[in-house]
């Protein structure tokens, strides 16, 4: 995968303390998730897949378990997730007959068994993860052959405008740099995955104010984990910088947050990948009509 030489990195650890942090009012704030949920589930419909377990990996809450508990009514559902609280949430929500069963893990290294799985269903966790290429690894090696993998994430040209705020205060890492649609599908190909398909959406979000748009970004978990983050503590001044930065971008006294919307879906092929150097060119990659 070519992962470009800026691209910051996560600390998991970071991620995960957010993340507890943030489950007991995820679901009042978890819109973004909530298309992107539903894009997914979207292009599930038309897929026939028979599915005895499939995992709901990156699961938060478990805003999804329902659904594809619904799409596939004879299937086991597995939701994984690194974060407690949200697996806590996800119990609370269930009801005594829910066939949905949490388990506190990393995406990168699954407590499930080789070809143990018929379908993955990951909703904006590669943005969560410092190196996409594990998840996809991990995820070749659990899907049977011919099981299917959907997943959303973010691409490049999200959080621009709040970028460029940040970059008028210093040069420090504020925000992730999300990869290429085919640097993710190169990344799903090198792991043994195959056919992968994938195709863009984007979505316009409006916020009064900056202090609506950070409330926001604290409720989901989506505030700086990035390695490369400044450690020394913001000056007031300097955030007042940020913010007026970013006022000064839209023309009609809102803030204007871009996202780029990939979503994708590949095939197990009952073959992981090893560590050599297969490359494929990145035309051949599908794109959803």
């Known amino acids: 995968m070519n992962i470009p030489a800026d691209h910051a990195t996560l600390r998991r650890r970071d991620v995960q303390r957010r993340f507890d ?3 007991r009012h995820f679901d009042a704030a978890d819109f973004v998730h909530a298309v992107t949920r539903d894009g997914l589930l979207e292009r599930l419909a038309p897929m026939l897949v028979d599915a005895k377990t499939v995992v709901d990996l990156g699961c938060g809450t478990g805003s999804a378990c329902g659904a594809l508990a619904r799409r596939f009514r004879r299937s086991r559902i597995i939701g994984i997730d690194v974060s407690e609280n949200m697996l806590l949430e996800l119990a609370r929500k269930r009801s005594w007959r829910a066939k949905t069963a949490p388990i506190q893990a990393d995406a990168s290294a699954l407590p499930l068994a080789d070809g143990s799985v018929d379908v993955v269903f ?14 996809f690894r991990e995820a070749a090696r659990v899907l049977r052959e011919g099981g299917l993998m959907l997943f959303s994430t973010l691409g490049p040209d ?14 420090s890492a504020h925000v992730n740099r999300f990869l290429d649609m085919h640097d993710i599908g190169d990344a799903a190909v090198r792991a043994g995955l195959r056919d992968p398909v994938l195709d863009v959406d984007r979505l316009a979000v409006t916020y009064a104010n900056c202090e609506a748009l950070f409330r926001d970004l604290t409720a989901t978990g989506a505030r700086n984990s990035l390695r490369q983050r400044r450690r020394s503590l913001l000056g007031k001044n300097e955030f007042a910088t940020m913010t007026d930065a970013l006022d000064a971008q839209g023309s009609d006294g809102v803030i204007h947050v871009d996202l780029e919307l990939v979503y994708g879906h590949c095939w197990g092929s009952g073959v992981t990948a090893g560590g050599g150097d297969y490359r494929i060119d990145a035309a051949q990659i599908g794109r959803r009509r």
Do not use: K, Y
């Not at 909703?123 to 998840?135: E, F």
């Not at 999200?158 to 040069?171: I, K, N, P, Y």
């Open 122 to 135: 990951s909703n904006l966790l590669l943005p969560w993860i410092g190196d996409p290429a594990t998840v």
């Open 21 to 23: 942090r943030a489950a």
């Open 158 to 171: 999200s959080l621009l405008g709040l970028r460029r705020a940040w970059q008028s205060v210093d040069t």
